[in-house]
C-alpha cells in the first residue's frame, strides 16, 4: 500500500460513556481501494462509518482525509458521498432534483449542474427517469439514485451504509456488479458497510472483520478465507469445519483432536492470538473415498446424518461415531444426489487444505 | 342475483342508523335555517339583502375573517416547533410533550375559557404580577386581544395534531444526507424537512381556519362586542333581537364561507387528507 488516503487512529466512540461502540480502531485506506467493514450488527461498523461521515464524533483519536485532520469537521463541510441503506432520496423532488442537491450547494453554475447531473444519470443508467420522483422507482433504481447523488460531486471518498440491504437475492447481485463497475470507472475510494460475508468477498479490494468494536483482521477476500487470524473470522467468513484441539505441534506438522486423535497439517497460523487452537477445514476441501481409493493424509469414517441440496452442489453434514465431531462436505450436485441417505461413508482431506487457527 | 343483491344491500343498512341521526339531528334543522332565512319575516331575499347592504355586517364578516386568519397565524407560527420538537427528540420528551398538548385538548373547551377569564381578570393573577412589577395593568378581558389568545389556546392542539402527524413520516435520514451533500442543518431545513411537512401546514390551517370562523362561546365570553365576530352577530339577532329570518341568513353565509374553503382544499388536496 502507498501513502494512506484515509488514516484512522486509536478511534474511540462510546454512546453511554460505559461500553464502547467503536473501541480503538486503527486502519488505513488507500486511494481508490474499495474497502469492505463486515461484522455482525453492533460490531461498531457502522458507527465507524459515521463518524467517517461526521455524523458521530469520536471520544478520541483521529481520522485524517487526504492528508487533512477531519475529526471534528462537520458533515457538511467534509467531502464525502453517503449512501444510506433506506436510500434517504428527497421525496419533494425529482430524480434530477436529488442528483443537483449537491452540486446546488456547492454553488455550481447552472449549465455545469445540468451537465454533470446529465452525466452521473447516464453513469446510473437512469437517463429516462431524470423527471420522475423517488417513489415512482423501484428499490434498486432508488438505489442508483442515490449513488448518482452520492457521486456527482466527486467527493474524496463514497461511504456506502448496507446498500443493498433492502433489495431482494437477483437484484442484489445486479447491483454489487453494477457497484464494482461504477468504482472502476469513477476511481473512487469507496467504504462499503455490510453483514453479508459473500458481498464483502465478491467486491473488495480489502476486507475489514469488526467484532465487538475492535477490528478483527484486514485483509484481501481471499487471505481471510484462506488464512483467517481468529476462529472468528474463519467461521464468519464462508462455510467451515472447525476442530478444538488439544495440543499442536507446528515442527512435525500435526495436531490433535481429544477424540479422534492426529491430524496432519502443513499451514499453521504464524502469529496465533488465542489458546485453545482451532483447526480449520473448509467443507469444498473435504472429499469422499470410494473403496479402493488411496486415502490422503487424512481420513475417517463418517455417519451421514443430513445431506442438503441448493441445486449447484450439496452439502452432506455427517458425524464421526462415537465423538461429538460434525463435518460438513461439499460436493457437487450430481454426487450430492448419488450419496445415500444414510450410512457410513469415508472422508478426507490432504495436510495442504488444512489451516491451525 | 337475489344473493348478490342483497349482498350488495348489506352495506347500507350498515349505515342506516348514522345516516338516520345525521338526517334527524344535522340535515333537517340545516335545511330549517335555510328555509327560515328566505321566509321569515316575509318570503323574500331581504335577509340577504341586508347582510351586504348593511356596512356593519359586512364588518363583521371582514372581522371574523380577519380574526380567523390571526389566530390560524398564531397557531401555525406557535405549534410548528412545537411539533419539530416533538418529532426531533426521544420518545420521553415527545411524550411529556404530547400529553401536554393533549390535556388541555380533553378539557371542556368552556373550562379552559372560563380559566382565562380568571387569568386575565383586573384581580386576577396576571395582573397582581404587573402591579408587583410596578406596572399599572391594562384592560385585558373583553378584548380581541384576549378572544385570539382563548381561541388559540383553543386550537392550538388542532394544529400540533396536523403538523405532528405530517412530520413524523418524515424520514429523518434525509437531513443527515442533506448534511453529507453539503447542505448546513439550517439550509437542510429549509430545503428538505419544510417543503415535505406543508401538507400538515395546509391541514392544520384548513381546521384551524375553518373551525375559528365559526368560534362563538370564546370570543363572547373573553372579547369585546366592538370587534365581533359573525357566530357572536347571530347569536344576538336570535337572543335579543328574536330576528330568526336574519340569523338564519348570516348562518347560511357563514356554511356557504366554511364550504367555500372545504371545496378548494378538497379541489387541489382532498378533503379526505384532512384527517392525516
Known amino acids: 500500500m502507498t501513502t494512506p488516503y484515509i488514516e484512522l487512529t486509536n478511534v ?63 458533515s457538511w463541510k467534509r467531502n464525502i458521498g453517503v449512501v444510506f441503506q433506506n436510500y434517504a432520496l428527497f421525496p419533494h423532488m425529482t430524480v434530477r432534483k436529488n442528483v443537483a442537491f449537491p452540486l446546488e450547494m456547492r ?50 471518498v463514497l461511504l456506502l451504509d448496507e446498500p443493498l440491504g433492502a433489495l431482494d437475492k437477483n437484484l442484489r447481485e445486479h447491483m454489487q456488479v453494477e457497484l464494482k463497475r461504477i468504482h472502476r470507472e469513477v476511481g473512487i475510494t469507496m467504504i462499503y458497510v455490510t ?60 495436531v490433535e483432536h481429544q477424540s479422534i486423535g492426529r491430524i496432519k497439517v502443513q499451514h499453521f497460523n504464524p502469529s496465533p492470538s488465542t489458546e485453545p487452537r482451532y483447526l480449520l477445514v473448509r467443507p469444498e476441501e473435504l472429499v469422499t473415498l470410494p473403496d479402493g481409493v488411496e486415502p490422503p493424509d487424512n481420513s475417517f469414517t463418517i455417519e451421514i446424518g443430513t445431506i442438503i441440496h441448493y441445486g449447484n452442489e450439496s452439502v452432506m453434514i455427517g458425524s464421526i461415531p462415537g465423538t461429538d465431531v460434525s463435518l460438513r462436505v461439499r460436493v457437487s450436485a450430481r454426487a450430492g444426489r448419488d450419496l445415500p441417505d444414510r450410512g457410513l461413508i469415508r472422508v478426507g482431506w490432504s495436510a495442504t487444505n488444512g489451516y491451525v487457527v | 342475483m337475489i344473493a348478490w343483491e342483497s349482498k350488495a344491500a348489506k352495506p347500507y343498512l350498515l349505515m342506516a342508523p348514522v345516516v338516520a341521526v345525521i338526517a334527524v339531528c344535522f340535515l333537517l334543522p340545516i335545511l330549517n335555517v335555510l328555509f327560515l332565512s328566505f321566509t321569515e319575516p316575509t318570503v323574500s331575499l331581504h335577509n340577504y339583502a341586508r347582510i351586504f347592504s348593511v356596512p356593519l ?51 371542556g373547551f368552556l373550562v379552559r375559557t372560563f380559566s382565562w377569564l380568571v387569568i386575565f381578570g383586573a ?41 405532528y402527524g405530517v412530520m413524523k413520516r418524515i424520514n429523518m435520514q434525509q437531513i443527515k444526507a442533506a448534511e453529507s451533500l453539503g447542505a448546513t442543518p439550517v439550509i437542510a431545513f429549509w430545503r428538505v424537512f419544510v417543503p415535505q411537512s406543508l401538507p400538515g401546514v395546509i391541514n392544520g390551517c384548513v381546521l384551524v381556519f375553518t373551525m375559528c370562523l ?63
Open chain 1, 12 to 74: 474511540v466512540r462510546s454512546y453511554d460513556g460505559r461500553t464502547r461502540a467503536v473501541d480503538g480502531i486503527n486502519l488505513s485506506v488507500a486511494k481508490g481501494e474499495f474497502i469492505t467493514f463486515l461484522g455482525p450488527s453492533g460490531s461498531g461498523k457502522t458507527t465507524t462509518l459515521m463518524m467517517l461521515a461526521g455524523f458521530e464524533e469520536p471520544d478520541s483519536g483521529g481520522i485524517m482525509l487526504a492528508g487533512n485532520d477531519i475529526t471534528h469537521v462537520r
Open chain 1, 107 to 156: 454553488k455550481v453554475d447552472a449549465a455545469t449542474i445540468g451537465s454533470k447531473t446529465t452525466e452521473a444519470l447516464a453513469l446510473v443508467g437512469l437517463t429516462d427517469f431524470a423527471e420522475r420522483y423517488p417513489t415512482q422507482l423501484s428499490g434498486g433504481q432508488q438505489q442508483r439514485v442515490a449513488l448518482a447523488r452520492g457521486l456527482v460531486f466527486e467527493p474524496d
Open chain 1, 195 to 254: 453483514h453479508d460475508q459473500s458481498e464483502a468477498m465478491t467486491m473488495s479490494d480489502r476486507v475489514v472483520v469488526f467484532r465487538g468494536g475492535k477490528i478483527e483482521q484486514v485483509g484481501k477476500p481471499i487471505e481471510l478465507y484462506d488464512r483467517p487470524k481468529t476462529r472468528f473470522v474463519a467461521e464468519f467468513i464462508g462455510d467451515s469445519n472447525i476442530l478444538d484441539l488439544s495440543s499442536v505441534n507446528q515442527h512435525e506438522g500435526w
Open chain 2, 57 to 107: 355586517y359586512l364588518r363583521v364578516l371582514a372581522n371574523t375573517f380577519k380574526n380567523a386568519a390571526l389566530v390560524t397565524v398564531i397557531c401555525l407560527v406557535l405549534a410548528y416547533p412545537l411539533a419539530y420538537t416533538l418529532v426531533r427528540r426521544g420518545p420521553v420528551i415527545a411524550g411529556i410533550l404530547l400529553a401536554a398538548v393533549a390535556i388541555p385538548f380533553w378539557t
Open chain 2, 123 to 163: 384581580e386576577g393573577p396576571v395582573a397582581g404580577v404587573m402591579r408587583w412589577a410596578g406596572f399599572e395593568p391594562p384592560r385585558m378581558l373583553f378584548t380581541t386581544f384576549a378572544a385570539l389568545w382563548g381561541m388559540t389556546h383553543i386550537l392550538l392542539p388542532y394544529m400540533v395534531m396536523a403538523l
Open chain 2, 214 to 276: 365559526g368560534f362563538y362561546v370564546t370570543p363572547v365570553l373573553l372579547g369585546t362586542p366592538t370587534d365581533m365576530m359573525i357566530a357572536q352577530l347571530i347569536g344576538q339577532q336570535v337572543q335579543e333581537l328574536l330576528a330568526w329570518g336574519f340569523a338564519a341568513a348570516l348562518s347560511v353565509m357563514l356554511m356557504i364561507c366554511t364550504f367555500a374553503i372545504l371545496a378548494i382544499y378538497d379541489r387541489f388536496f382532498g378533503l379526505q387528507r384532512l384527517w392525516g
